[in-house]
């Protein structure tokens, strides 16, 4: 089993997050001891936002590290721990919304897999970017 970071580039699905997380220099706090939960959006949810947005966080290192870090929950939370929670503060500081009424949906974005667990943790696939209030 590899770490949360190993995974994601291991995947080839997470191209732009992993090229996010290391950008805003998140990469060793993510490869280490955790456990971390986290909503990642793949490469998909990241072509969904608007033209340009992309590269502006990119340029923007600490606006950067707050959204990343708004998709990371302290702690391990597998999917049947999720279903069970309204909401789940984020590294970042700010609350996410857990919603199960039609799938389970994290500030609105769609968890489309679950579970992909990790040394330092769980990854969780969504299929939008969550952005801080």
């Known amino acids: 089993m590899k770490n949360i970071v190993e995974t994601a580039i291991d995947a ?5 997050l992993v090229k996010a997380v290391d950008t805003a220099g998140l990469v060793k706090t993510l490869s280490g001891p955790g456990p971390f939960t986290v909503f990642a959006p793949n490469d998909a ?3 969904k936002l608007p033209s340009g947005t992309v590269q502006a966080l990119l340029n923007d290192k600490k606006k950067l590290a707050s959204v990343l870090t708004y998709h990371v929950v302290s702690g391990k939370l597998m999917a049947a721990d999720v279903v069970k929670v309204r909401s789940a503060k984020t590294v970042q500081g700010q609350d996410i ?4 009424k039609d799938g389970v949906k994290v500030d609105g974005a769609k968890v489309v897999k679950t579970d ?3 040394t330092n943790g769980v990854i969780h696939v ?3 970017v969550i952005l801080p209030k």
């Not at 080839?12 to 732009?16: A, E, V």
């Open 12 to 16: 080839g699905s997470f191209k732009t």
């Open 45 to 47: 949810a990241f072509a």
């Open 97 to 100: 919304s857990i919603d199960t």
């Open 116 to 118: 992909i667990e990790c």
């Open 126 to 128: 969504i299929d939008s």
